[in-house]
């Protein structure tokens, strides 16, 4: 069973910068595709980023050239870094891996971008 679990959420205003990371554990296996998800009320979960082997991450259109994604494979780590915040951006984020066909998901990160 993998358990996941976030940090890093908080209160910014717009135009700020904040980093998120996750950190995995209860599997000593390389696991192969990782992202982050965000989810407001109301609305459906969507992704954010996502990177799958050792390969580049994909991002969402809204994020391009504001938000960068890494991971650290050996240590099954991924971190969100999120330049330029809009209040648009404001939701829960959540990380997500994927481990031969089953998900797995962290409790959850509040992010807000105040005006």
């Known amino acids: 069973q993998v358990q996941l679990v976030e940090s890093g959420g908080g209160l910014v205003q717009a135009g700020g910068s904040l980093r998120l990371s996750c950190a995995a554990s209860g599997t000593s296996l390389r696991i192969n595709t990782m992202g982050w998800y965000r989810q407001v009320p109301g609305k459906q979960r969507e992704v954010v980023a996502a990177i799958t082997g050792g390969g580049s991450p994909n991002y969402a259109d809204s994020v391009k050239g504001r938000f960068t994604m890494s991971r650290d494979s050996a240590k099954n780590t991924v971190h969100l870094q999120m330049n330029s915040l809009k209040p648009e951006d404001t939701a829960i984020y959540y990380c997500?891996?994927?481990?031969?066909?089953?998900?797995?998901w962290g409790q959850g990160t509040q992010v807000t971008v105040s005006s």
């Open positions: 997500n891996a994927r481990l031969f066909a089953d998900d797995y």
